[in-house]
């Protein structure tokens, strides 16, 4: 129940909570106002929908340990995580109780951080914080996530450079035989820089022509300068990737270089380092070096665009998106993922073409220089 009486030189309005202990809102400036409160209260407790107005007094930061103590993400996911709740968030709102963040609020805010940061990362920034507080709304500490329909307008990031096979295999011969093998597995996988990193021969099967991302210590994290092998990116990322025949030959090759577990290491016979393979290997060979004698290929393309390059390749040749998801380590959404199924046709079909792109790649090269 809930009733009103006067307080200071106003009105409040008093209630009875689930627990049985007394609640009180002051602040009421006449008795209707009061009045109208105290029958929206009595609608909520009826009808077990009352949101107890403590919850919200929690700060942004209390919230944000319970959080991180419940959310389960890849350590590199992780270390951005931290990277944005203590260079953004927190300063700006540790302190802040849950109910009293606002949509405009935090639109002004957003509105400063572009001053000093790209529309991506002002993003992650957002998407991050939104999460936190929609997980709050769930446990019913607020009513409704005020990072919601901010109205943003960020710009797009540029869309990522993608190759040809003839690139990748002229890429891929600017490199030594660890790096060339290591390059052409990507384009012709769509495995993540970590997952390739981190593969171990053990995860290897050459006879059945597979590789199995470990869902233990499926990839390797760089965080902080220290390397660490770990579980990959997301649950879904744990699967195994077939192999066109033609990478079974070239890493049955590979492997009889082979000086201890992981597959492909950096100059020293260590773990790869991802800045030391991009200086000193990646951009020279796409980039171009004078000293070399070799002209730019492709000078946009990263890396991480050969993944791109593989699910660009797999849809030209039009392999079922349920497969593609799959093999990328993604999780198919809606009643597509649910009805949805690989068959061994597919998977077949879809390594013939691979196989093919590779078998043609030398000879589309040669057109495209002529």
Known sequence: ????????????????????????????????????????IEYELRNQVFRDPRKAQTTVAEWVVVWCEAHDVSEGTWAKYRSHLRNHILPKFGDTPLGELS????????????????????????????????????????????????????????????ATPWQVDRISRRCGPNDSVLIITAAYTGLRWGELAGLQWHNVDLDKGTITVDPDKGALHECGGRLKLGSPKTPASVRTVHLPPFLTRLLTEHATRRTGDPVFTGSNGGLLRRANFRDRVWRP?????????????QPDLTFHGLRHTHRTWLIEDGTPEVLIHERLGHRLPGVRGIYSHVTQPMITTMLAALDRRWANAAADGEDASS
Request: charged share 30%; glycine share 10%; with cysteine.
């Open 1 to 40: 129940m809930a009733w009103i009486e006067r307080h200071g030189g106003g009105w409040r309005v008093r209630y009875e909570r689930p627990d049985g202990s007394l609640g009180s809102e002051s602040g009421f400036t006449n008795p209707d106002q009061a009045r109208g409160r105290a029958d929206d």
């Open 103 to 162: 949509r405009i609020r935090i639109k002004a805010w957003v509105k400063a951080l572009r001053r000093h940061l790209s529309d991506a990362t002002t993003a992650d920034v957002i998407i991050l914080f939104s999460m936190i507080l929609r997980e709050a709304v769930e446990e019913d500490l607020i009513g409704a996530n005020p990072c919601r329909r901010l109205g943003l307008r960020l710009t797009p990031s540029e869309r990522r450079a993608v």
């Open 285 to 297: 060979a796409v980039a171009g070096a004078n000293q070399r004698g070799w002209a730019p290929l």
